[in-house]
């Protein structure tokens, strides 16, 4: 068996030749492509941000699944298997499917049905103006952090790949990005990114395969990353989670709460830039049907993230140690030993696949709240609609060029996973208190939903500040998140009580088709033939999803 490598992080340099640049710039040729393609079919405002509402639900089921499989996910899901070990599927098979479930189940029908634009939106009808002009601007913020996150993990890839300068990366992917998504708005995006994720397990699939023969197969790698700086507990799930003395230093009660129900409900049922794409389906079976779809590759996804970062772990002993590699490097590091020219071309474009996908997303989401939620809705709506696509057109590039900038605040930090989760506590966690809270309680009046979510957020901020300063040890950031989420749902749900408690709520003729109980009798049963089939049944696949996410812990408690 081969013994670890030690290799720095300057010293990591692909040799691509002609073949790999061909292979990339075909695929730049085709999402462009694509781009021009769905152009054609952009009429109106409902068209370019919604898909015109007319997309199956595998299509927009897989746009939803790789929306989320950006650079980030990849590179820093490979960090955390380095730093954390197998305690990262808790990001899966807790932290996201039954989410996902959820979304489909329970909530879909409330977005979908209303005929709202955006969750914000959703927000102003529950509530009132000021709630979705502060969702919306929180929201704007956080994608195009997001979105500078994305860009800087694009950066750091291509630079230490290919020898790009950081300036050339940035532009070439951003312009790509920029050009199908201003051509042909959410069609575009979901369109490229259903062939997005195929290209990305395309690229990360031999990675997997190669690095587990190299370590003697899944039995070999168990045992390497036993004598590792992890140990026994980088092989488990839920050991020693009644305490903190596990990778992750985060007992059951943070994981469960923290990260399975406020962080995860937080983000997969209240982020737009996810429910944007369920939002483009044809009817309200496909958008229930769409994040559930998205589940079960989603359950699979730890194959190709989480193991190549504890193979990496195993083979290069300096990886995330002073002076050696950091631990976002870990799937360059595998590319760059394992993969011949041609199936290095398309690991390096299921790199840039993930990246688009991701910025592809933050941007299309950002360009919808910010032209309907903030400029329409609060500014001046009394434009055509044809004004509103040009100015859709003109976020998109604000958006790209916001990323750019905030892309070096990403660059100061080691695992950018922990940097996006602490955004995630920020401002998933306290809408998703207001938004359940909302949606199942009726009393709760429109600036209890208001101030809720503007000291819920200030709550989150201020923990994850308090930690930073020493006053509060949460042992690792993303223990940090985990309980900075919690203390937000928390603080939102106590100041949305006593509001409620000296404010009035709104008639219930405003809140028809709003909250759980309150139908709306005008709207129209939408349903298609076939979908009455069980295997068309949002509960039954929902349900199926979570049951295999459990049993997929039963190896690796």
Same mark, same amino acid.
């Given at each position: 068996m081969p013994h670890a490598h030690v290799l720095a992080a300057q010293d990591l340099r692909l040799d691509v030749n002609v073949l790999d640049y061909a292979i990339l710039a075909l695929y730049f040729l085709v999402v462009l492509g694509i781009g021009f393609a769905a152009k054609r079919a952009v009429k109106t405002s409902l068209d370019f941000f919604l898909s015109g509402r007319a997309l199956p639900a595998w299509i927009t089921g897989l746009a939803f699944v790789s929306a989320n499989l950006a650079a980030i996910e990849i590179l820093g899901m490979a960090a955390n298997g380095a730093q954390y070990g197998?305690? +990262?599927?808790?990001?899966? $098979?807790?932290? #996201?499917?039954? #989410?996902?479930?959820?979304?489909?189940i329970v909530m879909m029908p409330f977005y979908y049905r209303s005929k709202v634009h955006s969750v914000p939106e959703f927000m102003r009808r529950r509530f009132n103006g000021a709630t979705q002009l502060f969702n919306a601007s929180t929201f704007a913020v956080a994608q195009i952090l997001i979105a500078g996150i994305n860009l800087y993990a694009l950066a750091l890839v291509m630079e230490a790949l290919l020898g790009w300068p950081l300036w050339l990366s940035v532009i070439v992917s951003a312009a790509i990005v920029l050009g199908y998504i201003t051509l042909g708005g959410l069609s575009s995006a979901i369109y490229n990114e259903v062939l997005q994720f195929f290209v990305i397990i395309a690229g990360l699939v031999p990675i997997v395969v190669i690095g587990l023969i190299r370590v003697g197969g899944f039995s070999g790698l168990g045992e390497k990353v036993r004598q590792s700086a992890l140990g026994d507990g980088g092989m488990h799930t839920w050991a020693q989670t009644a305490g903190t003395d596990n990778p992750l230093s985060a007992n059951w009660v943070g994981i469960v709460l923290g990260?399975?129900?406020?962080?995860?409900f937080g983000y997969w049922t209240t982020n *737009? #830039?996810?429910v944007q794409r369920a939002l483009s389906a044809r009817? +309200?079976?496909?958008?229930?049907?769409? %994040?559930?779809?998205? #589940?079960? %590759?989603?359950?699979?996804?730890?194959v190709v993230t989480v193991i190549p970062g504890l193979i990496a772990l195993v083979l290069f002993s300096d990886l995330g140690k002073p002076g050696g590699p950091v631990y976002n490097e870990a799937i360059p590091l595998l590319m760059d030993? =394992?993969?011949?020219?041609?199936?290095?071309?398309?690991?390096?474009?299921?790199?840039?696949a993930s990246f688009m996908a991701g910025m592809a997303a933050?941007?299309?989401? =950002?360009?919808?709240? *910010?032209?309907y939620d903030i400029w329409k809705s609060h500014v001046n709506g009394d434009h055509p609609d044809e004004w509103y696509v040009r100015l859709g057109r003109i976020a998109t590039v604000g958006g790209v060029v916001g990323g750019i900038g905030t892309a070096f605040i990403a660059a100061s930090f080691n695992n950018i996973m922990n940097y996006l989760q602490s955004l995630f506590s920020f401002f998933n966690a306290p809408l998703f208190a207001t938004?359940?809270?909302?949606? =199942? $309680?009726r009393r709760m009046t429109a600036w209890a939903g =208001? $101030?809720?979510l503007v000291t819920g957020t200030a709550a989150a901020f201020a923990s994850y500040i308090l930690y930073k300063a020493g006053v509060i040890d949460f042992r690792t950031e993303l223990n940090a998140s985990f309980w900075g989420a919690g203390i937000a749902f928390v603080v939102n749900a106590i100041v949305s009580v006593v509001v409620t408690r000296f404010t009035a709520p709104k008639p219930e003729s405003e809140l028809r088709g709003l909250v759980y109980g309150l139908t709306d009798a005008s709207i129209q049963d939408d349903a298609m033939s076939g979908d009455a089939a069980w295997y068309r049944s949002p509960v039954v696949l929902g349900v199926g999803a979570v049951v295999l996410a459990a049993a997929f812990y039963l190896p690796f408690i």
């Open positions: 197998l305690m +990262t599927v808790h990001y899966y $098979w807790i932290g #996201a499917v039954p #989410a996902m479930a959820f979304l489909g990260l399975g129900f406020v962080l995860s *737009f #830039a996810e009817n +309200t079976n496909a958008a229930r049907l769409t %994040p559930i779809i998205a #589940a079960y %590759p989603k359950l699979l996804i730890p030993k =394992f993969l011949p020219n041609g199936v290095l071309g398309i690991a390096v474009t299921g790199l840039l933050n941007i299309s989401g =950002f360009n919808t709240v *910010f032209t938004f359940i809270i909302g949606l =199942f $309680w =208001f $101030w809720g």
